[in-house]
């Protein structure tokens, strides 16, 4: 049975993987391919940024980081496991995503920047995107899929030798979907080379928010931005100043030698993530979007998912 999925970021290209292996016929077409999608640019570190319901985005992040756990045993897929930070301003109870994650601890208190009244801890893959979305183009090709750049405006566009279309559109679901809830989140970060003391912080809540530095084999990802209805893609200069000064704080051993690359994309919002079956010109339009900055954190599980509600159309 042929299906196709619409979009080749992160959410696409897991979809359309695990389809492959559940011996279904599978395409993706999309108006951007890697390395110039929004996940390509994405400081893809596993963590439950902006996602909702949180319940079900459990399930789908325990799921995905069984499948990190197993990919870290494979070469070349760039994903590592490490040991995140992440500062409070507060004393705050632990977070609800706490027992997904492996060796949580608190930060001793004397241990604290002096900005921070709390902090902890975790265990997670981190995902070198460079390295991790050809791997996974790789993968799909490798099991016989077929990848094609074009844009679908419409779902009746898809050829009808398609009976399952998936939707991974991204900041693209909105138009194709015609989804009033959906909004763009704007990001941005800076590419740096330097030295550091080699771990991975977070301030989401404190006054450096939204501040993390994530490094990775050849240079350091400092961030970031989110800013809610802001559908331009185009870097700011004074952004890249703030998120510098930001990083230096956070990581006060930080030294950046020089500048590689400034990047800036759209996360794809909405109150909840859409993951759910619907039939539509007489076809199963299976609809998977709407992870905010969480599409690494979720992939796999909702990937899983997409199959089981293929199977149960099927069945039904």
């Given at each position: ?119 902890y801890f975790f265990e997670v893959p981190f995902i070198d995107s460079r390295l991790h979305m050809p791997w996974l183009m790789e993968r799909f090709k490798n099991l016989g899929g077929t990848i094609r750049k ?167």
């Open positions: 049975m042929k299906a196709t999925v619409i979009g080749c970021g992160i959410s696409g290209l897991c979809s359309g993987i695990r389809l492959l292996e559940a011996d279904f016929d599978v395409q993706i077409i999309a108006k951007e391919l890697p390395p110039n999608t929004t996940s390509d640019v994405a400081a893809a570190i596993w963590y439950p940024y902006r996602c909702y319901p949180e319940e079900k985005a459990l399930h789908w992040g325990k799921q995905t980081l069984e499948t990190c756990y197993e990919l870290t045993k494979a070469p070349d897929t760039g994903v590592s496991i490490v040991q995140f930070t992440e500062y409070l301003p507060e004393p705050s109870p632990d977070p609800w995503w706490k027992n997904a994650v492996k060796q949580f601890r608190r930060v001793k208190p004397e241990n604290l920047p002096e900005i921070y009244r709390d902090g074009a844009e679908a405006e419409d779902f009746e566009e898809i050829g009808s030798e398609s009976e399952i279309i998936v939707n991974c559109a991204g900041i693209g679901a909105d138009k194709l979907a015609n989804d009033k809830t959906f909004y763009p989140v704007k990001g941005q970060s800076v590419w740096v080379e330097g030295k550091y003391n080699g771990a991975y912080y977070l301030d989401q809540h404190g006054k450096l928010s939204l501040c993390y530095v994530l490094p990775r084999s050849q240079d350091i990802v400092l961030g970031g931005t989110a800013v809610e209805h802001d559908a331009t893609v185009d870097p700011e200069e004074e952004i890249t100043d703030q998120i510098i000064q930001k990083a230096r704080q956070l990581d006060p051993s930080l030294h950046i030698d020089k500048i590689k690359h400034v990047a800036a994309g759209l996360r794809p919002a909405r109150p909840e993530v859409r993951l759910e079956a619907e039939q539509k010109h007489g076809r199963t339009i299976i609809h998977n979007y709407g992870h905010g900055g969480a599409g690494y954190t979720l992939c796999w599980g909702c990937a899983d998912e997409v199959v089981e509600l293929v199977k149960k159309t099927l069945i039904e």
